[in-house]
């Protein structure tokens, strides 16, 4: 996606200093298509909004992966089930597929119990306690 700053590179590059497409396509890294585009157009943004998120190989077990994440999530941590054995829990409700598309499956991971900030004092802590090389 192009962003307003962009846009105006191009056009002043072409516009005021005289360049060409092919010139600023290599400058800019950037396609013919799209340098074109912004130079025959008057528009200032381009903007693309996807309105529903396709998923066609979950589409009608949707729901049901995620009653099962959510009744995962909220099992205790030792009770809880792998990635594996809800898959074969899907799978034996007559899910088709032989794999499980994991992207949805990542968000029911917990989060760490540490904050950002301790996690990097302890990792600083234990850097400065490793032995330094001795200079030649």
Request: charged share 25%; hydrophobic share 35%; aromatic share 4%.
């Amino acid at each position: 996606m192009l962003i307003v700053e962009t846009i105006a590179k191009i056009r002043r590059l072409h516009f005021t200093e005289g360049k060409g497409i092919k010139t600023i396509c290599r400058d800019l890294k950037l396609s013919k298509k799209v340098v074109r585009k912004v130079i025959r157009t008057g528009i200032t943004e381009f903007t693309y909004t996807r309105t529903v998120q396709p998923r066609p190989k979950l589409g009608a077990w949707l729901g049901e992966l995620n009653r099962l994440l959510e009744v995962n999530a909220a099992r205790a941590s030792r009770e809880r089930q792998s990635l594996t054995q809800l898959y074969e829990e899907l799978s034996g409700l007559g899910y088709p597929l032989r794999q499980v598309v994991r992207s949805p499956l990542r968000s029911c991971r917990p989060a760490p119990m540490m904050p950002s900030t301790s996690v990097s004092m302890i990792s600083c802590s234990t850097a400065s306690a490793m032995p330094r090389r001795k200079s030649p």
